[in-house]
């Protein structure tokens, strides 16, 4: 099956610096998304991105599918940061989603 | 903001014992899956859901794992006969068409003893 690999696995900042996470897929895909996972555990949709630039406030990410890698920059990043984050890929049309073991980020104030 | 809602939150079982998760996603979504999170590990893919049949399993899904979709809108996730290595957290998500933003619950944390 795929491979979905982020890196780093660990990041430990300081509030206000900035970041960027990566993920390499080793196939070609029909659809990528990011997730945070907070330390409550719930998991959100960050960017639906299978192409493209795309950004949400302090969040941005880039995927290049020709190149199988996707990133996202976290800027002027908070504590309410903190968690996992995971990238996502899609290689059929059924919908099923193959998780990288995600990027866990500590942020303190 | 509609949002996909999991019962109950937490679940302990002994093993052996089955048990039914449950799940409303959002209303006006066609597809639905269930994932897991063994802890501290990746979210792993367990069945999707389309049309009031299961559209892809994976190998994790054997003949212990059922879903259904008894009404309009809930969406369930029977474990049989639960083992030890059951114990994790289980998502339930939803979304409107495959290659669209999955939207995910906040999980049931299923503890086996």
């Known amino acids: 099956g795929i491979q979905v690999e982020q890196s780093p696995p660990d990041l430990i900042l300081q509030e206000g610096a900035n970041s960027t996470l990566r993920c390499n897929f080793s196939?070609?895909?029909?659809?990528l998304q990011w997730f945070h996972q907070n330390p409550w555990g719930q998991l959100i949709n960050l960017f639906y991105?299978?192409?493209g630039t795309k950004q949400n406030g302090r969040l941005s990410a880039t995927t290049v599918a020709t190149e199988r890698y996707s990133l996202l920059y976290i800027s002027s990043s908070q504590t309410t940061d903190s968690g996992v984050y995971f990238c996502?890929?899609?290689?059929?049309?059924?919908?099923?989603?193959?998780f990288g073991r995600g990027t866990q980020l500590t942020v303190w104030p | 903001e509609p949002e996909v809602t999991q019962t109950p939150s937490h679940q302990v079982t002994q093993m052996g014992q089955e048990v039914i998760l449950r799940c409303v996603p959002i209303?006006?979504?066609?597809?639905f899956y269930w994932y897991r999170q063994i802890l501290g590990q990746k979210v792993e893919f367990l069945v999707s859901?389309?049309?009031?049949?299961?559209?892809?399993k994976s190998e994790i899904f054997d003949d212990q794992f059922s879903v259904e979709r008894p009404d309009g809108s809930n969406f369930t996730l029977k474990i049989r006969s639960t083992k030890l290595e059951d114990s994790a957290m289980y998502f339930c998500?939803?979304?409107?068409?495959?290659?669209?933003?999955?939207?995910f619950g906040n999980g049931t944390r299923l503890t086996v003893t």
């Open positions: 859901f389309y049309n009031n049949e299961i559209s892809e």
């Open positions: 209303s006006n979504h066609l597809y």
């Open positions: 991105i299978p192409s």
């Open positions: 196939d070609s895909v029909n659809n």
């Open positions: 998500a939803s979304s409107e068409g495959t290659s669209s933003t999955l939207h």
């Open positions: 996502a890929v899609e290689v059929s049309t059924l919908g099923r989603l193959y």
